[in-house]
Protein backbone atom coordinates (compact mmCIF):
# COMPACT_ATOMS: atom_id res chain seq x y z
CA UNK A 1 0.00 0.00 0.00
CA UNK A 2 1.04 3.55 -0.63
CA UNK A 3 1.94 5.50 2.29
CA UNK A 4 3.92 8.23 1.18
CA UNK A 5 2.31 12.23 1.02
CA UNK A 6 0.65 12.38 -2.30
CA UNK A 7 2.19 14.88 -4.66
CA UNK A 8 -0.04 14.86 -7.59
CA UNK A 9 -3.44 14.50 -8.99
CA UNK A 10 -2.52 10.53 -10.42
CA UNK A 11 -0.40 9.89 -7.03
CA UNK A 12 -3.99 11.23 -5.11
CA UNK A 13 -5.87 8.43 -7.33
CA UNK A 14 -3.45 5.94 -6.87
CA UNK A 15 -3.86 6.37 -2.76
CA UNK A 16 -7.74 6.65 -3.16
CA UNK A 17 -7.71 3.35 -5.20
CA UNK A 18 -5.33 1.47 -2.63
CA UNK A 19 -7.27 2.90 0.74
CA UNK A 20 -10.75 1.62 -0.86
CA UNK A 21 -8.97 -1.50 -2.39
CA UNK A 22 -10.69 -3.33 0.30
CA UNK A 23 -14.49 -1.97 -0.59
CA UNK A 24 -14.01 -2.69 -4.20
CA UNK A 25 -12.71 -6.72 -3.37
CA UNK A 26 -16.28 -6.64 -1.09
CA UNK A 27 -17.92 -5.52 -4.09
CA UNK A 28 -16.28 -8.07 -6.53
CA UNK A 29 -17.65 -10.64 -3.68
CA UNK A 30 -21.33 -9.71 -4.23
CA UNK A 31 -20.69 -9.51 -8.17
CA UNK A 32 -19.34 -13.42 -8.11
CA UNK A 33 -22.09 -14.23 -5.89
CA UNK A 34 -24.79 -14.11 -9.00
CA UNK A 35 -24.63 -17.24 -10.43
CA UNK A 36 -24.70 -15.04 -13.98
CA UNK A 37 -23.51 -18.34 -15.99
CA UNK A 38 -24.91 -17.75 -19.76
CA UNK A 39 -24.63 -21.22 -20.81
CA UNK A 40 -28.26 -22.83 -20.75
CA UNK A 41 -31.19 -19.78 -21.28
CA UNK A 42 -33.16 -21.77 -18.05
CA UNK A 43 -30.31 -19.34 -16.14
CA UNK A 44 -30.91 -16.07 -18.17
CA UNK A 45 -32.57 -15.03 -14.90
CA UNK A 46 -29.26 -14.72 -13.27
CA UNK A 47 -27.55 -13.11 -15.87
CA UNK A 48 -31.10 -10.73 -16.09
CA UNK A 49 -30.20 -9.69 -12.44
CA UNK A 50 -26.36 -9.34 -12.94
CA UNK A 51 -27.39 -7.03 -15.72
CA UNK A 52 -29.45 -5.11 -13.33
CA UNK A 53 -26.84 -4.78 -10.46
CA UNK A 54 -24.32 -3.68 -13.01
CA UNK A 55 -26.51 -0.76 -14.30
CA UNK A 56 -27.69 0.16 -10.93
CA UNK A 57 -23.85 0.61 -9.86
CA UNK A 58 -23.64 2.98 -13.48
CA UNK A 59 -26.32 4.78 -12.11
CA UNK A 60 -24.57 5.13 -9.08
CA UNK A 61 -21.58 6.73 -10.89
CA UNK A 62 -24.22 9.36 -12.80
CA UNK A 63 -24.79 7.48 -15.43
CA UNK A 64 -27.38 7.12 -17.85
CA UNK A 65 -28.12 3.95 -18.55
CA UNK A 66 -30.38 2.34 -21.50
CA UNK A 67 -31.19 -1.57 -21.16
CA UNK A 68 -31.38 -2.20 -24.75
CA UNK A 69 -33.64 -4.71 -26.44
CA UNK A 70 -31.85 -7.38 -28.69
CA UNK A 71 -35.00 -9.31 -28.64
CA UNK A 72 -35.20 -13.11 -29.11
CA UNK A 73 -33.13 -15.85 -30.20
CA UNK A 74 -33.15 -19.59 -31.30
CA UNK A 75 -30.84 -21.43 -29.26
CA UNK A 76 -29.58 -24.45 -30.30
CA UNK A 77 -31.96 -26.89 -28.60
CA UNK A 78 -34.56 -25.22 -30.76
CA UNK A 79 -35.90 -23.12 -28.03
CA UNK A 80 -36.71 -19.64 -28.39
CA UNK A 81 -36.11 -17.28 -25.87
CA UNK A 82 -36.18 -13.59 -25.34
CA UNK A 83 -32.37 -12.28 -24.28
CA UNK A 84 -31.39 -10.42 -21.45
CA UNK A 85 -30.30 -6.83 -22.50
CA UNK A 86 -27.48 -4.88 -23.08
CA UNK A 87 -26.53 -1.85 -21.05
CA UNK A 88 -25.35 1.34 -22.86
CA UNK A 89 -24.73 4.07 -21.04
CA UNK A 90 -22.72 7.39 -21.03
CA UNK A 91 -21.82 9.38 -17.49
CA UNK A 92 -22.00 13.56 -18.07
CA UNK A 93 -20.57 14.58 -21.05
CA UNK A 94 -18.28 17.72 -22.17
CA UNK A 95 -17.92 18.13 -25.72
CA UNK A 96 -14.66 19.35 -25.49
CA UNK A 97 -12.98 15.73 -24.00
CA UNK A 98 -12.51 12.67 -25.99
CA UNK A 99 -14.94 9.96 -25.66
CA UNK A 100 -14.06 6.30 -24.49
CA UNK A 101 -16.41 3.59 -25.20
CA UNK A 102 -15.71 0.94 -22.66
CA UNK A 103 -17.01 -2.88 -23.39
CA UNK A 104 -16.98 -5.78 -20.93
CA UNK A 105 -19.63 -8.65 -20.46
CA UNK A 106 -21.12 -9.84 -16.55
CA UNK A 107 -22.04 -13.18 -17.47
CA UNK A 108 -19.99 -15.95 -16.76
CA UNK A 109 -19.20 -19.88 -18.24
CA UNK A 110 -20.45 -22.53 -15.96
CA UNK A 111 -19.02 -23.44 -12.58
CA UNK A 112 -20.01 -26.64 -9.88
CA UNK A 113 -18.19 -27.09 -6.66
CA UNK A 114 -17.66 -31.10 -7.95
CA UNK A 115 -16.19 -29.96 -11.28
CA UNK A 116 -12.94 -29.53 -8.74
CA UNK A 117 -12.85 -26.84 -7.30
CA UNK A 118 -11.45 -26.26 -3.95
CA UNK A 119 -13.43 -22.86 -2.91
CA UNK A 120 -17.19 -22.32 -3.75
CA UNK A 121 -17.16 -21.18 -7.32
CA UNK A 122 -19.48 -18.16 -6.39
CA UNK A 123 -18.18 -17.35 -3.07
CA UNK A 124 -14.84 -14.97 -3.88
CA UNK A 125 -12.26 -16.80 -1.53
CA UNK A 126 -9.27 -14.72 -1.10
CA UNK A 127 -6.10 -17.39 -0.55
CA UNK A 128 -2.07 -15.82 -0.71
CA UNK A 129 -3.57 -12.62 -2.39
CA UNK A 130 -5.33 -14.92 -5.32
CA UNK A 131 -9.01 -13.84 -4.92
CA UNK A 132 -10.73 -17.30 -6.19
CA UNK A 133 -14.43 -17.24 -7.92
CA UNK A 134 -15.95 -17.65 -11.08
CA UNK A 135 -16.00 -14.36 -12.94
CA UNK A 136 -13.36 -12.78 -10.69
CA UNK A 137 -11.18 -12.24 -13.85
CA UNK A 138 -13.45 -13.04 -16.85
CA UNK A 139 -15.08 -10.52 -16.85
CA UNK A 140 -16.33 -8.72 -13.75
CA UNK A 141 -13.19 -8.23 -11.97
CA UNK A 142 -12.26 -5.52 -15.27
CA UNK A 143 -15.31 -4.21 -15.57
CA UNK A 144 -15.39 -3.24 -11.70
CA UNK A 145 -11.96 -2.01 -12.03
CA UNK A 146 -12.82 0.23 -14.98
CA UNK A 147 -16.16 1.34 -12.78
CA UNK A 148 -13.73 2.10 -9.71
CA UNK A 149 -11.64 3.89 -11.63
CA UNK A 150 -14.31 6.39 -12.28
CA UNK A 151 -15.35 6.20 -9.05
CA UNK A 152 -11.94 7.25 -7.84
CA UNK A 153 -12.05 10.83 -9.67
CA UNK A 154 -15.54 11.71 -8.79
CA UNK A 155 -14.25 10.63 -5.12
CA UNK A 156 -11.87 13.35 -5.45
CA UNK A 157 -13.72 15.31 -7.09
CA UNK A 158 -11.25 15.63 -9.73
CA UNK A 159 -12.38 16.19 -13.47
CA UNK A 160 -12.81 12.96 -15.34
CA UNK A 161 -10.39 13.59 -18.56
CA UNK A 162 -12.46 11.54 -20.84
CA UNK A 163 -16.36 11.24 -21.68
CA UNK A 164 -17.25 7.79 -20.75
CA UNK A 165 -19.51 5.01 -22.25
CA UNK A 166 -20.49 1.82 -21.12
CA UNK A 167 -21.65 -1.38 -23.40
CA UNK A 168 -21.90 -4.16 -20.93
CA UNK A 169 -23.72 -7.07 -21.96
CA UNK A 170 -24.45 -10.78 -20.19
CA UNK A 171 -23.75 -12.95 -23.40
CA UNK A 172 -20.23 -13.18 -23.98
CA UNK A 173 -19.52 -16.17 -23.18
CA UNK A 174 -21.97 -17.95 -26.01
CA UNK A 175 -20.97 -15.74 -28.44
CA UNK A 176 -22.76 -12.22 -27.82
CA UNK A 177 -26.14 -12.87 -29.65
CA UNK A 178 -27.78 -9.87 -30.78
CA UNK A 179 -25.15 -7.38 -30.10
CA UNK A 180 -23.44 -7.25 -33.92
CA UNK A 181 -27.22 -6.20 -34.67
CA UNK A 182 -27.57 -3.58 -31.90
CA UNK A 183 -24.03 -2.23 -33.05
CA UNK A 184 -25.16 -1.42 -36.63
CA UNK A 185 -28.81 -0.22 -34.97
CA UNK A 186 -26.64 2.54 -33.37
CA UNK A 187 -24.05 2.97 -35.22
CA UNK A 188 -25.39 7.08 -35.78
CA UNK A 189 -26.85 7.13 -32.43
CA UNK A 190 -24.82 5.69 -29.68
CA UNK A 191 -21.07 5.13 -31.63
CA UNK A 192 -21.01 8.43 -33.34
CA UNK A 193 -19.26 10.61 -30.96
CA UNK A 194 -17.53 7.66 -30.31
CA UNK A 195 -13.32 8.26 -30.07
CA UNK A 196 -11.75 5.07 -28.49
CA UNK A 197 -13.24 1.60 -28.18
CA UNK A 198 -11.64 -0.33 -25.18
CA UNK A 199 -12.02 -4.17 -23.84
CA UNK A 200 -10.47 -5.96 -20.75
CA UNK A 201 -11.61 -9.00 -21.01
CA UNK A 202 -8.34 -11.30 -21.55
CA UNK A 203 -5.02 -12.20 -19.90
CA UNK A 204 -1.65 -11.18 -19.80
CA UNK A 205 0.85 -13.98 -20.92
CA UNK A 206 3.85 -13.69 -18.36
CA UNK A 207 4.41 -11.35 -15.55
CA UNK A 208 4.98 -8.54 -17.58
CA UNK A 209 1.79 -6.60 -18.79
CA UNK A 210 0.95 -7.44 -21.78
CA UNK A 211 -0.94 -4.94 -24.51
CA UNK A 212 -3.21 -7.14 -27.19
CA UNK A 213 -3.82 -6.45 -30.63
CA UNK A 214 -5.51 -9.79 -32.03
CA UNK A 215 -7.77 -12.39 -30.59
CA UNK A 216 -8.68 -15.26 -32.73
CA UNK A 217 -12.58 -15.93 -33.64
CA UNK A 218 -14.26 -19.28 -32.80
CA UNK A 219 -16.70 -21.20 -34.52
CA UNK A 220 -18.65 -23.46 -32.34
CA UNK A 221 -20.24 -26.63 -33.74
CA UNK A 222 -22.98 -29.25 -32.22
CA UNK A 223 -22.59 -32.63 -33.82
CA UNK A 224 -26.40 -34.69 -33.27
CA UNK A 225 -26.26 -38.42 -33.59
CA UNK A 226 -29.81 -39.53 -33.25
CA UNK A 227 -30.72 -43.24 -33.35
CA UNK A 228 -33.77 -44.68 -31.54
CA UNK A 229 -36.67 -43.37 -29.96
CA UNK A 230 -35.06 -44.29 -26.07
CA UNK A 231 -32.10 -44.95 -24.61
CA UNK A 232 -31.28 -49.14 -24.25
CA UNK A 233 -30.22 -51.83 -22.21
CA UNK A 234 -26.44 -52.43 -23.57
CA UNK A 235 -26.76 -56.28 -22.51
CA UNK A 236 -30.27 -56.70 -24.26
CA UNK A 237 -29.52 -54.65 -27.24
CA UNK A 238 -25.76 -54.33 -27.73
CA UNK A 239 -24.29 -55.82 -31.15
CA UNK A 240 -26.89 -55.26 -33.62
CA UNK A 241 -27.34 -51.79 -33.32
CA UNK A 242 -25.21 -48.57 -34.91
CA UNK A 243 -25.06 -46.76 -31.40
CA UNK A 244 -24.86 -43.38 -31.78
CA UNK A 245 -21.96 -42.80 -29.56
CA UNK A 246 -19.69 -45.04 -31.52
CA UNK A 247 -20.70 -42.59 -34.62
CA UNK A 248 -19.87 -39.39 -32.53
CA UNK A 249 -16.86 -40.25 -31.32
CA UNK A 250 -15.29 -41.94 -34.97
CA UNK A 251 -16.72 -38.15 -36.16
CA UNK A 252 -15.14 -36.70 -33.23
CA UNK A 253 -11.94 -38.43 -33.67
CA UNK A 254 -11.36 -37.48 -37.31
CA UNK A 255 -10.90 -33.69 -36.88
CA UNK A 256 -7.78 -33.40 -34.96
CA UNK A 257 -4.68 -35.57 -34.77
CA UNK A 258 -2.25 -36.25 -32.33
CA UNK A 259 -0.05 -33.17 -33.23
CA UNK A 260 -3.23 -30.93 -33.36
CA UNK A 261 -3.10 -30.72 -36.78
CA UNK A 262 -7.13 -29.69 -37.53
CA UNK A 263 -7.73 -32.65 -40.33
CA UNK A 264 -10.77 -31.11 -42.13
CA UNK A 265 -9.66 -30.79 -45.63
CA UNK A 266 -8.86 -27.07 -46.64
CA UNK A 267 -8.89 -25.69 -43.58
CA UNK A 268 -5.13 -24.05 -43.79
CA UNK A 269 -5.63 -22.97 -46.90
CA UNK A 270 -6.81 -19.10 -46.02
CA UNK A 271 -4.50 -18.77 -42.81
CA UNK A 272 -2.56 -15.36 -43.60
CA UNK A 273 1.13 -16.89 -44.72
CA UNK A 274 3.59 -15.86 -41.98
CA UNK A 275 6.33 -13.30 -42.94
CA UNK A 276 10.05 -12.80 -41.60
CA UNK A 277 9.12 -9.61 -40.13
CA UNK A 278 5.75 -11.35 -38.06
CA UNK A 279 8.19 -14.38 -37.05
CA UNK A 280 10.74 -12.22 -35.41
CA UNK A 281 8.13 -10.97 -33.40
CA UNK A 282 8.01 -13.72 -31.38
CA UNK A 283 11.51 -13.94 -29.94
CA UNK A 284 11.48 -10.91 -28.14
CA UNK A 285 7.78 -11.52 -26.39
CA UNK A 286 8.96 -12.49 -22.48
CA UNK A 287 7.29 -16.01 -22.21
CA UNK A 288 8.68 -18.76 -19.93
CA UNK A 289 7.70 -22.39 -21.53
CA UNK A 290 8.70 -24.06 -17.96
CA UNK A 291 6.62 -21.45 -15.96
CA UNK A 292 3.76 -22.10 -18.90
CA UNK A 293 3.39 -25.50 -17.92
CA UNK A 294 3.35 -25.08 -14.37
CA UNK A 295 0.81 -22.77 -14.84
CA UNK A 296 -1.65 -24.99 -16.40
CA UNK A 297 -0.52 -28.25 -14.65
CA UNK A 298 0.82 -30.15 -18.10
CA UNK A 299 4.25 -32.02 -18.29
CA UNK A 300 5.18 -31.33 -22.49
CA UNK A 301 3.59 -29.37 -24.75
CA UNK A 302 3.58 -30.61 -28.81
CA UNK A 303 5.99 -27.96 -29.23
CA UNK A 304 9.37 -26.90 -28.15
CA UNK A 305 9.87 -23.32 -29.12
CA UNK A 306 8.05 -20.47 -27.06
CA UNK A 307 7.85 -18.94 -30.98
CA UNK A 308 6.26 -21.76 -32.26
CA UNK A 309 3.88 -22.48 -29.16
CA UNK A 310 3.15 -18.68 -29.26
CA UNK A 311 2.10 -18.85 -32.87
CA UNK A 312 0.03 -21.86 -32.35
CA UNK A 313 -1.98 -19.94 -30.21
CA UNK A 314 -2.13 -16.60 -31.48
CA UNK A 315 -2.07 -17.22 -35.34
CA UNK A 316 -2.49 -20.70 -36.17
CA UNK A 317 -5.81 -22.25 -35.56
CA UNK A 318 -6.96 -24.83 -33.20
CA UNK A 319 -9.60 -27.10 -32.84
CA UNK A 320 -10.73 -28.63 -29.13
CA UNK A 321 -13.80 -31.22 -28.22
CA UNK A 322 -15.27 -29.91 -25.10
CA UNK A 323 -17.75 -32.34 -24.60
CA UNK A 324 -20.94 -34.75 -24.80
CA UNK A 325 -24.56 -33.68 -24.03
CA UNK A 326 -26.64 -36.93 -23.16
CA UNK A 327 -24.04 -39.03 -22.80
CA UNK A 328 -23.45 -40.79 -19.25
CA UNK A 329 -21.20 -38.57 -17.25
CA UNK A 330 -21.88 -39.41 -13.88
CA UNK A 331 -19.62 -41.34 -11.54
CA UNK A 332 -20.85 -45.24 -11.39
CA UNK A 333 -21.44 -47.73 -14.08
CA UNK A 334 -24.65 -47.33 -15.97
CA UNK A 335 -25.26 -49.89 -18.94
CA UNK A 336 -27.13 -47.74 -21.31
CA UNK A 337 -26.34 -47.14 -24.79
CA UNK A 338 -27.93 -43.57 -25.57
CA UNK A 339 -30.15 -42.77 -28.43
CA UNK A 340 -29.37 -39.12 -29.24
CA UNK A 341 -25.80 -37.56 -28.38
CA UNK A 342 -24.59 -34.42 -29.15
CA UNK A 343 -20.93 -33.40 -29.37
CA UNK A 344 -19.73 -30.25 -29.20
CA UNK A 345 -16.37 -28.83 -30.18
CA UNK A 346 -14.81 -25.44 -31.49
CA UNK A 347 -12.34 -24.14 -33.63
CA UNK A 348 -10.37 -21.14 -33.33
CA UNK A 349 -10.16 -19.10 -36.17
CA UNK A 350 -7.49 -16.77 -37.83
CA UNK A 351 -6.88 -14.14 -40.13
CA UNK A 352 -7.58 -14.48 -43.24
CA UNK A 353 -9.95 -17.59 -42.36
CA UNK A 354 -13.99 -17.24 -43.25
CA UNK A 355 -16.65 -18.60 -40.57
CA UNK A 356 -18.76 -18.78 -43.82
CA UNK A 357 -16.06 -21.39 -45.50
CA UNK A 358 -15.35 -23.44 -42.35
CA UNK A 359 -19.13 -24.40 -41.74
CA UNK A 360 -19.24 -25.56 -44.89
CA UNK A 361 -15.41 -27.30 -44.77
CA UNK A 362 -16.41 -28.90 -42.10
CA UNK A 363 -19.38 -29.94 -42.19
CA UNK A 364 -18.78 -31.36 -45.41
CA UNK A 365 -15.99 -33.60 -44.35
CA UNK A 366 -18.37 -34.72 -40.90
CA UNK A 367 -20.87 -35.90 -43.59
CA UNK A 368 -18.84 -37.73 -45.57
CA UNK A 369 -16.85 -39.81 -43.16
CA UNK A 370 -20.55 -40.31 -41.36
CA UNK A 371 -21.81 -41.64 -44.77
CA UNK A 372 -18.13 -43.87 -44.99
CA UNK A 373 -20.18 -45.75 -41.65
CA UNK A 374 -23.22 -45.99 -43.28
CA UNK A 375 -25.25 -45.89 -40.21
CA UNK A 376 -28.98 -45.84 -39.74
CA UNK A 377 -28.68 -42.94 -37.01
CA UNK A 378 -29.21 -39.73 -38.71
CA UNK A 379 -26.41 -36.46 -38.30
CA UNK A 380 -27.53 -32.87 -38.15
CA UNK A 381 -24.61 -30.43 -37.73
CA UNK A 382 -25.14 -26.54 -36.30
CA UNK A 383 -22.53 -24.38 -35.79
CA UNK A 384 -24.57 -21.24 -33.38
CA UNK A 385 -21.12 -19.46 -32.73
CA UNK A 386 -19.49 -17.84 -35.69
CA UNK A 387 -16.79 -15.33 -34.34
CA UNK A 388 -14.42 -13.88 -36.39
CA UNK A 389 -10.66 -12.88 -35.62
CA UNK A 390 -9.58 -9.51 -34.60
CA UNK A 391 -6.54 -7.54 -35.53
CA UNK A 392 -5.71 -4.04 -34.97
CA UNK A 393 -3.39 -1.55 -35.58
CA UNK A 394 -0.63 -0.56 -33.02
CA UNK A 395 0.00 2.85 -34.16
CA UNK A 396 -3.29 3.96 -33.02
CA UNK A 397 -3.04 6.26 -30.53
CA UNK A 398 -4.83 4.62 -27.83
CA UNK A 399 -2.18 2.14 -27.98
CA UNK A 400 0.43 5.38 -27.08
CA UNK A 401 -1.85 6.24 -24.21
CA UNK A 402 -2.07 2.53 -22.74
CA UNK A 403 1.81 1.80 -23.01
CA UNK A 404 2.17 5.28 -20.96
CA UNK A 405 -0.75 4.27 -18.44
CA UNK A 406 1.10 0.99 -18.64
CA UNK A 407 4.69 3.05 -17.37
CA UNK A 408 3.08 4.87 -14.98
CA UNK A 409 1.49 2.06 -13.01
CA UNK A 410 3.94 -0.56 -13.60
CA UNK A 411 7.14 1.14 -14.71
CA UNK A 412 7.39 -1.20 -17.74
CA UNK A 413 7.02 -1.16 -21.51
CA UNK A 414 4.19 -3.60 -22.27
CA UNK A 415 4.94 -6.99 -24.77
CA UNK A 416 2.64 -6.40 -27.30
CA UNK A 417 0.52 -9.91 -27.63
CA UNK A 418 -2.13 -10.97 -29.22
CA UNK A 419 -4.88 -13.55 -27.61
CA UNK A 420 -5.45 -17.07 -28.75
CA UNK A 421 -9.54 -16.78 -26.92
CA UNK A 422 -11.78 -14.66 -28.86
CA UNK A 423 -13.94 -11.49 -27.62
CA UNK A 424 -16.99 -12.33 -30.29
CA UNK A 425 -17.82 -8.65 -30.78
CA UNK A 426 -14.39 -7.21 -31.34
CA UNK A 427 -14.10 -7.41 -34.82
CA UNK A 428 -17.72 -6.75 -35.54
CA UNK A 429 -17.13 -3.29 -33.47
CA UNK A 430 -14.14 -2.56 -35.63
CA UNK A 431 -16.10 -3.55 -38.74
CA UNK A 432 -19.33 -1.63 -38.23
CA UNK A 433 -18.42 1.40 -36.39
CA UNK A 434 -14.86 2.03 -37.62
CA UNK A 435 -13.34 3.23 -34.49
CA UNK A 436 -10.08 2.34 -32.91
CA UNK A 437 -10.58 -1.09 -30.74
CA UNK A 438 -7.79 -1.94 -28.47
CA UNK A 439 -7.55 -4.86 -25.79
CA UNK A 440 -5.96 -3.78 -22.50
CA UNK A 441 -5.49 -6.51 -20.40
CA UNK A 442 -5.19 -6.54 -16.74
CA UNK A 443 -5.57 -10.14 -15.62
CA UNK A 444 -2.64 -12.87 -14.66
CA UNK A 445 -1.27 -15.45 -17.17
CA UNK A 446 -2.17 -17.63 -14.28
CA UNK A 447 -6.05 -16.78 -13.47
CA UNK A 448 -7.20 -19.78 -15.19
CA UNK A 449 -9.90 -18.52 -16.90
CA UNK A 450 -13.02 -20.67 -17.42
CA UNK A 451 -11.29 -23.75 -15.21
CA UNK A 452 -11.85 -24.31 -11.29
CA UNK A 453 -9.05 -22.36 -10.88
CA UNK A 454 -10.57 -18.91 -11.93
CA UNK A 455 -8.67 -16.00 -9.94
CA UNK A 456 -7.57 -12.46 -10.59
CA UNK A 457 -4.96 -11.77 -8.31
CA UNK A 458 -5.81 -8.54 -5.17
CA UNK A 459 -2.78 -6.83 -7.34
CA UNK A 460 -3.96 -7.23 -10.54
CA UNK A 461 -7.51 -6.26 -9.39
CA UNK A 462 -6.16 -2.92 -7.49
CA UNK A 463 -3.40 -2.13 -9.60
CA UNK A 464 -5.40 -2.89 -12.93
CA UNK A 465 -7.89 0.10 -11.32
CA UNK A 466 -5.08 2.49 -11.30
CA UNK A 467 -3.92 1.51 -14.91
CA UNK A 468 -7.37 2.47 -15.80
CA UNK A 469 -7.28 5.75 -14.09
CA UNK A 470 -3.97 6.75 -15.83
CA UNK A 471 -5.24 5.47 -19.26
CA UNK A 472 -8.01 7.98 -18.69
CA UNK A 473 -5.53 10.75 -18.13
CA UNK A 474 -3.29 9.63 -20.88
CA UNK A 475 -5.95 9.57 -23.60
CA UNK A 476 -6.89 12.91 -23.03
CA UNK A 477 -3.15 13.85 -23.34
CA UNK A 478 -3.02 12.86 -26.57
CA UNK A 479 -5.06 16.10 -27.89
C1 LIG B 1 -11.64 -13.96 -23.98
C2 LIG B 1 -12.99 -13.96 -23.30
N1 LIG B 1 -12.81 -13.70 -21.93
C3 LIG B 1 -13.67 -15.29 -23.51
O1 LIG B 1 -13.56 -16.14 -22.67
N2 LIG B 1 -14.38 -15.44 -24.64
C4 LIG B 1 -15.01 -16.70 -25.01
C5 LIG B 1 -16.02 -16.36 -26.10
C6 LIG B 1 -16.51 -17.53 -26.85
C7 LIG B 1 -16.02 -18.01 -27.99
N3 LIG B 1 -16.78 -19.07 -28.31
C8 LIG B 1 -17.69 -19.21 -27.39
N4 LIG B 1 -17.52 -18.26 -26.50
C9 LIG B 1 -13.98 -17.67 -25.51
O2 LIG B 1 -12.99 -17.27 -26.12
O3 LIG B 1 -14.17 -18.90 -25.28
ZN1 LIG C 1 -14.58 -12.82 -21.07
ZN1 LIG D 1 -14.81 -16.26 -20.99
Not at 26 to 36: D, N, P
Not at 286 to 312: A, C, P, S, W
Not at 451 to 473: V, W
Amino acid sequence: MTTQAPTSDTELLFNYIDKNQDMFVQTLKEWVAIESDSSSSALFGKVMQMVNVTAEKIRSLGGDVELADIGSQQMPDGEIVQLPPVILAELPKDSNKPTLCIYGHVDVQPAKKEDGWLTEPYVLTEINGNLYGRGATDNKGPVLAWLHAVEAYQALKQDLPVNIKFIIEGLEEIGSYGLDALTKQRNDTFFADVDYIVISDNIWISNKPGLTYGTRGDCYFYVKVSGGKQALHSGAHGGSLFEPMADLIALLDSLVDAKGQILVPGIYDDVAPLTEEERKLYENIQFDLEEYKNNIGVTRLIYDKKEDVLMHYWRYPSLSIHGIQGAYADPGSKTVIPNKVIGKFSMRQVPNMDPVVVEKQVTEYLHEIFAKRNSSNTLKILMPIAAKPWVANVNDPQYVAARRAIKTVFGVEPDMIREGSTIPIAWNFQDVTKKSVMMLPICGADDGEHSEKEKISRSNYIEGTKLFAAFFYELAQLR
